[in-house]
């Protein structure tokens, strides 16, 4: 089992910077492919961006592509978005993901069904 906890959401105006950040613990071998989802108010939850256990691959989604940057770092269990140029758009609770899996196909890290732990979300807004 892998607990995830996301941090460093909050307001922000249009044009900003936020970076959030989600620490993984318990039996954090399993996180081998960490995402970033996000929903908001009505929507469906969708992915932001993913990235392998290496951090060799990455996907993002078209909206945030060129915008925000997902990292990760092993040795301190903690994968983070860095999301710049923010949009109203944005506004959304973002929620870190965790995949037992160490596969990486395009279509599978999209999905709400390719990852197995869940954090409780942060939320972002995004101020115009």
């Known amino acids: 089992q892998v607990q995830l906890v996301e941090s460093g959401g909050g307001l922000v105006q249009a044009g900003g910077s936020l970076t959030l950040s989600c620490a993984a613990s318990?039996?954090?071998?399993?996180?081998?492919?960490m995402g970033w989802f996000r929903q908001a108010p009505g929507k469906e939850r969708e992915l932001v961006a993913a990235i392998s256990w290496s951090g060799g691959n990455t996907v993002y989604a078209d909206s945030v592509e060129g915008r925000f940057t997902i990292s990760r770092d092993n040795a301190k269990n903690t994968v983070y978005l860095q999301m710049h140029s923010l949009k109203p758009e944005d506004t959304a609770v973002y929620y870190c993901?965790?995949?037992?899996?160490?596969?990486?196909?395009?279509?599978?890290?999209?999905?709400?069904?390719?990852?197995?732990?869940w954090g409780q979300g942060t939320q972002v807004t995004v101020s115009s």
């Open positions: 318990g039996r954090t071998f399993g996180s081998y492919r």
């Open positions: 993901a965790a995949s037992s899996s160490p596969l990486f196909p395009s279509k599978i890290v999209k999905e709400r069904s390719g990852y197995d732990y």
